[in-house]
């Protein structure tokens, strides 16, 4: 009892701001930094139960990712390096928002015995919110995607790679450099770091690459802030390049968000015309380079790609009628597309906005390995399972990771001989836009069909009907979002009037039927 009186003081050194009521979101607690002092302090405590829970080392990650630099969020990493479940993302908001003698009370027992977690943080320090652990390691700075990493290795003992940054770097760069070992002439990669710690990653791996890449590293945090005007999430949302680089005609270039677990690849063509390669086109190249090599490998294997409502209607299109793949849609979130890809032999998962990776069953891991090993199959089959193997280990399968996807990526273009270009005209995009919304409280909207409906406030589905009707090859939905207090919108039409056109009237929509605040949407 001495043990939980000395947490509960503890904790008053950490206070709640009174009236604020924070969610476990898309990913974690997001929200401006200074209201998250009592979440950093509380989520150290429920990391300790899930470890105690969990029998294994569990990952807390500070970061704000996308967001902007004043902001800041924490997010827990269950042991195989996958998001923390659904029921202990309810457990951390109500460890967040009541008082702790309550929530507390009946496991506190827990938060002595033996526990193990990891920590890493993509920008700043970290609060003094670690008291409790048996073990702790301070991973310090490292991206999102390197700390699911960690976890997974912590509780794998080491089979899934070395539990350090530079056991990072020598697994995957060393299956780049061999999935990439027959190829001859590679053009150098334009790398927008959005001031963020994949820079300074990118930079401390880049001697482990051996010269097989070449990247010219932009934004790499030295004078620019944050996000700003620069990185994925702007890149793909204002389709436009970050502010200030200088892109030659044609050149590839790819932006990173700021704990670079998202990748958007991107040209301008010798008209100046810019032109995104987003999640959709990278799940696009990955599942047509793995299905062929499944057919010359000769290996039954179901493969399907899972998406989300925010995916372009040409590429599911083209997935399912000329791929012919199965497709899945969840709602958005990583978590929710990485449990869907589980369920198949090898699961290409990608958000529209860059967050994605690949993940190959254990049955399917073994049938390769065996078929790469086997000295009795013929040249074809094996080269194929070889290139398999060696993709399946350039690929971090705890998470979407951008180092891993651009190296994916960087591979199977030099692989196939293949132009940014040449890429880009598997399939045309439909034209698109992405909007937000302030209201006064998002909740008011919910959503079904994998977010493609929503249910309340009443008339808003019927509104967005309407208005869709107008417009040819159209879609549009709305949903809150989970890490910054807006409402999304998107819409897609057959031109970029129309999609822009659509996007506004639904914002309209929203804004009067969901309680708007603030000067209504102006048109665009
Ligand atoms: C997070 C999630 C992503 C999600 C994004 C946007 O990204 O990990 O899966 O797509 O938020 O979510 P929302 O639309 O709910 O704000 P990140 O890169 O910020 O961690």
Known sequence: MAQFQEVLKQSALHPKPAGLVL????????????????????????????SKKTKATIGVMVTASHNPEEDNGVKLIDPMGEMVTQD?????????????????????????????????????????FLSFPSILLDYGLV???????????QNTQGKYGEATVEGYYTKFCQAFIQLTKNV???????????????????REMESHLKKELQISLNNDGSKGRLNHQCGADYVKVQQKP???????PGERCCSFDGDADRIVY?????????????????????????????????????????????????????????MKVLVRCTKTGVKHLHHVAQEFDVGVYFEAN?????LFSKAAEEKIQQLAEDTNVNDKRKKAALLLRNTINVINQTVGDAISDMLLIEAILAIKGMTIQQWDTIYTDLPNRQLKVKVADRRVIDTTDAERRAVTPAGLQEAIDNLVKKYRQ??????????????????????????????????????????????EPKPL
């Open 23 to 50: 969610q476990y979101g898309t990913s974690g607690f997001r929200t401006n930094a200074k209201q998250l002092d009592h979440i950093m302090f509380r989520m150290g405590l429920l990391a300790t139960l899930r």
């Open 88 to 128: 202990w993302e309810e457990h951390a908001t109500q460890l967040a928002n009541y008082m702790l003698c309550n929530v507390l009370g009946p496991c506190f027992a827990w938060l002595f015995c033996f526990c193990s977690f990891i920590v890493g943080t993509s920008s700043g320090s970290l609060s003094a």
């Open 143 to 153: 991206t999102t995607p390197q700390l699911h990493y960690m976890v997974c290795c």
């Open 184 to 202: 001859r002439s590679r053009s150098h990669l334009c790398l927008d770091g959005a001031n963020g710690i994949g820079a300074l990653k990118v």
């Open 242 to 248: 970050p502010t200030g680089i200088k892109i030659n």
């Open 266 to 322: 991107y040209y301008t063509d010798s008209e100046g015309t810019f032109h995104l390669l987003d999640g959709d086109k990278m799940a696009t190249l990955i599942s047509t380079f793995l299905k062929e090599l499944l057919t010359q490998a000769g290996l039954d294997l179901k493969i399907a790609v899972v998406q989300t409502a925010y995916a372009n209607g040409s590429s599911t299109h083209y997935l399912e009628n000329t």
């Open 354 to 358: 860059g967050h994605g990776t690949v």
């Open 474 to 519: 159209a879609r549009s939905f709305v949903r809150p979002s989970g890490t910054e207090d807006v409402v999304r919108v998107y819409a897609e039409a057959d031109t970029q009037e129309s999609a822009d056109a659509l996007a506004h009237e639904v914002s309209l929509a929203v804004y009067r039927l969901a309680g708007g605040v603030g000067d």
